[in-house]
């Protein structure tokens, strides 16, 4: 793999945080570290850039306030418009407050698009995250 140089600007914060990352993980320097995040966000968006009808399969974990108005309506209703790409879900109590809900989904990347912006519109979601590959 041939490699490139380029240069990025970053928050002073963020460079600090990335700095106490790289020692405590002990990456031989912040070029490596960087690389590596930037290879990790590829790997997760990649599916995107598939065809819409290629098939993709994985887990969505959401985060959320369960005591935010509606929110358990809002993502059983969410999720029964989806019945043909959950093929199963998880509820966990996080705390007094936050439940996780992990979902497994299959199907074409238009609709499991689809399904991740439903669920990143509703108030009360602390984060939506999800790791999924081609299936085809």
Not at 40 to 46: F, H
Not at 55 to 62: E, F, P, Q, R, S
Not at 69 to 79: F, H, S, V
Request: with cysteine; glycine share 4%; hydrophobic share 40%.
């Amino acid at each position: 793999m041939v490699i490139k140089r380029t240069g990025i600007s970053l928050p002073e914060e963020v460079l600090d945080q990335i700095d106490r990352l790289i020692s405590k993980l002990n990456i031989p320097s912040r070029s490596r570290a960087i690389s590596e995040a930037i290879m990790r966000y590829v790997t997760d968006w990649s599916w995107l850039l598939e065809e819409e009808e290629k098939k993709v399969m994985g887990a969505l974990t959401i985060l959320y306030d369960h005591t935010a108005r509606d929110i358990m309506g809002r993502l059983t209703k969410i999720q029964h418009h989806y019945l043909d790409e959950i093929v199963t879900s998880v509820h966990v109590h996080v705390t007094h407050d936050t439940c996780l809900e992990v979902i497994i989904v299959k199907g074409a990347i238009s609709r499991i698009r689809s399904l991740v912006n439903e669920f990143e519109k509703i108030s009360g979601i602390k984060c939506v995250r999800f790791a999924l590959t081609g299936i085809q």
